[in-house]
């Protein structure tokens, strides 16, 4: 199956981060899993699209 890598520009405007807030959180293992491409940095669509789905929903924002 091919599928599409996305660039880190794209994956954070999807999340509604800036680039240094994603490649902080890649450093610190929390952000969506990714590859690496000679020096390159790139994303699974399918692995994004997991990382979205296991954050928590809440219903207020008095929640933590």
Do not use: C, W
């Not at 929390?30 to 994303?43: A, C, M, N, W």
């Not at 994004?48 to 924002?61: C, F, N, P």
């Amino acid at each position: 199956m091919n599928e599409r890598l996305l660039r880190e520009r794209e994956v954070f405007e999807r999340l509604n981060i800036g680039v240094s807030t994603g490649q902080q959180y890649r450093l610190k293992g929390l952000g969506p899993k990714f590859v690496k491409i000679g020096r390159s940095v790139r994303y699974r669509e399918s692995d994004v699209q997991a990382y979205i789905d296991g954050l928590k929903a809440h219903q207020s924002t008095s929640e933590e």
